[in-house]
């Protein structure tokens, strides 16, 4: 995969050209970088800039972009419109920049070219600080652009991973904690996340509240949760881990993603990897978003098993995958196990950029913890995000 950096601006800001070393992946060869920015036209309300390519062929466009609502776009290549896709919330306050993919092969000649990209409301704070070029390649050469090998030991390193505190969805039973070794630890390159019976105060405990998650005083079970929330999210490409399973009624492990921007299910949900642990032998994935209605029309497999149907559980499996803007594939030990396809008559909810999830809850699904078992764990090798 080659990608091919402009000149860009932040609109309303100073011309700001990013530094090189947050594109190492980037090969710059085939394409010049004019002097003149990226320009922000206020009369036509349009981003202007021109590119020059050294070869024919179909390009995938891209912008470091942020937008504090979803925009339609018009996308015009020297005067003709062209397909674009649209722009996703990115930011509530306007201020994260992430990859947006705007379109998919498009054909540009050996050449300059001059680039029009006009929101539908750009009033909405939407903003540029690059646009890229992708070659389109077959077949696509995965470029490793985020990982986490959990090589050092003590707690997962904050500049990748936070942590979130309380009771925080659906009832479960389980307080997360943040920080506490009990629940969370990397050792020996492995990530352990356990869940414990233990009676624990609830920090944000108030008896006047109607929200369960104040009104209970205690819990039952600790955890805990780490994402990448507030250090990455991805809007299309290939997510995985390794992930050691331990079988057992309640046990609740999951590898999933969440939409940067929007509430829930707009903002889109994929779910890489739960586990139910009262079946030791298989997992779920699937795809939660909107339908017209703004209410779930979830997409899952609640049976995925190894190819040979040997227990899922007490080794090692690799979890994955792959998504664009048409279609979602999973894969276990790079097996497709599941795929959703794009309806063009509902929202697709995953254009917004996706942050990972990695927590350890317990019960509901996966049934009663016994009396006897206060101890659950589960053992991550690495998470990877390729583009």
Not at 342 to 353: F, G, H, I, L, S
Not at 357 to 376: K, Q, T, W, Y
Request: charged share 25%; aromatic share 12%; proline share 5%.
């Amino acid at each position: 995969m080659k990608f091919f950096l402009i000149s860009a601006l932040l609109a309303g800001l100073a011309a700001t050209i990013l530094p090189a070393a947050q594109y190492r992946n980037f090969d710059y060869a085939a394409v010049h970088c004019p002097e003149k920015d990226f320009e922000w036209d206020s009369a036509e309300k349009s981003f202007h800039a021109e590119i020059e390519v050294s070869a024919t062929a179909r390009y995938n466009l891209y912008l470091d972009m942020t937008s504090q609502g979803r925009n339609k776009v018009t996308l015009r290549v020297d005067g003709k419109e062209v397909p674009a896709l649209g722009l996703p919330q990115t930011a509530r306050q306007g201020t994260r920049f992430l990859r947006i993919k705007l379109a998919s092969s498009i054909s540009l000649a050996a050449g300059r070219h001059s680039i029009e990209i006009q929101p539908q409301a750009p009033w909405r704070k939407v903003a540029v600080k690059a646009l890229l070029a992708e070659k389109v390649t077959v077949p696509r050469r995965w470029q490793l652009v985020w990982s986490e090998e959990f090589d050092t030991d003590g707690f997962p390193n904050p500049s990748k991973w936070q942590g979130e505190e309380g009771l925080l969805r659906g009832e479960e039973p389980q307080y997360y904690t943040i920080g506490r070794k009990e629940n969370i630890q990397v050792e020996g390159g492995i990530l352990r996340i356990t869940a414990l019976r233990e009676k624990w105060r609830n920090r944000f405990y108030d008896p006047d509240s109607t929200d369960w998650r104040k009104n209970r005083k205690e819990a039952e079970f600790t955890s805990a949760q780490i994402d990448t929330y507030n250090s990455g999210a991805w809007q299309y490409g290939k997510i995985e881990a390794r992930i050691k399973l331990i079988a057992g009624s309640g046990r609740w492990p999951a590898f999933w993603t969440m939409g940067i921007a929007g509430g829930w299910p707009e903002q889109g949900e994929i779910d890489i990897m739960e586990f139910f642990g009262k079946s030791n032998n298989r997992v779920t994935q699937g795809l939660h978003r909107a339908g017209n209605d703004g209410q779930d029309h979830g997409v899952q497999d609640w049976n995925i098993k190894t190819r040979d149907g040997s227990p899922m559980e007490g080794r090692f499996h690799i979890f994955s995958v792959v998504w664009d803007e048409n279609k979602m594939e999973f894969f276990i030990d790079n097996r497709k196990t599941f795929e959703v396809m794009r309806n063009p008559e509902e929202p697709w909810c995953v254009d917004t950029p996706q942050y990972i999830i990695l927590n350890h809850a317990v019960g509901r699904h996966s049934g009663p913890v016994p009396d006897d078992v206060s101890e659950m764990s589960f053992y991550v090798d690495y998470v990877r995000v390729y583009q």
